[in-house]
T-cell receptor
Framework: DSGVTQTPKHLITATGQRVTLRCSPRSGDLSVYWYQQSLDQGLQFLIQ???????AKGNILERFSAQQFPDLHSELNLSSLELGDSALYFCASSVYPGQNTEAFFGQGTRLTVV | DAKTTQPNSMESNEEEPVHLPCNHSTISGTDYIHWYRQLPSQGPEYVIHGLTSNVNNRMASLAIAEDRKSSTLILHRATLRDAAVYYCIHGYGGSQGNLIFGKGTKLSVKP
């Protein structure tokens, strides 16, 4: 158990809909990262937050948004969903952003868009 | 983006050592080298990281070449549970510490 909790574990929704994925980081971790994993694209970095502030953006679509709340949990909002958004979404956390640290990943949310 | 080169797949026998190579010729002087692994149906799991010196922990050892253009992850005695995709990553974006994953090496362990 990494200590990172993601909910829900599975989500099935229709095209055009909007969903929210939730992540609770490990206790004491201030930095949260979101990744998307699909079969053809591998693990893609989406966005990073540190202590409530957006820190870095990766390949995140404009239809996607995220935030980190004062209690440090984070939510990833996916809207106008398309079939191609079906993927595993992972959240990770670390004590602070930076290279000399380890990141802990949750078990992921499997999103299926039908 | 930071780029690493790893073999697509490797095989090992149970209880034998495994050496997983990685080339990172574009690494900068301040980039750490990280290794993560992903077991089937699970999120990535931290294995080890280092900057210049070789590193050891309870899971593995990391041997870093003197010119830092390559590194090797060493699993001292492979078990069936070590079958996973192993990702070698070097730091991207300086202090941001975002991990940029490549395709990794799929390690199979035979009993």
């Amino acid at each position: 158990d990494s200590g990172v909790t993601q909910t829900p574990k599975h989500l099935i929704t229709a095209t055009g809909q909007r969903v929210t994925l939730r992540c609770s980081p490990r206790s004491g971790d201030l930095s949260v990262y979101w990744y998307q994993q699909s079969l053809d694209q591998g693990l893609q970095f989406l966005i990073q937050y540190y202590n409530g502030e957006e820190r870095a953006k990766g390949n995140i679509l404009e239809r996607f948004s995220a935030q980190q709340f004062p209690d440090l949990h984070s939510e990833l909002n996916l809207s106008s969903l398309e079939l191609g958004d079906s993927a595993l979404y992972f959240c990770a956390s670390s004590v602070y952003p930076g290279q000399n640290t380890e990141a802990f990943f949750g078990q992921g949310t499997r999103l299926t868009v039908v | 983006d930071a780029k690493t080169t790893q073999p697509n797949s490797m095989e090992s026998n149970e209880e034998e050592p495994v050496h997983l190579p990685c080339n990172h010729s574009t690494i900068s002087g301040t980039d750490y080298i990280h290794w993560y692994r992903q077991l089937p149906s699970q999120g990535p799991e931290y294995v080890i990281h280092g900057l210049t010196s070789n590193v050891n922990n309870r899971m593995a050892s990391l041997a870093i070449a003197e010119d830092r253009k390559s590194s090797t992850l060493i699993l001292h005695r492979a078990t069936l549970r070590d079958a996973a995709v192993y990702y070698c990553i070097h730091g991207y974006g300086g202090s941001q510490g975002n991990l940029i994953f490549g395709k990794g090496t799929k390690l199979s362990v035979k009993p």
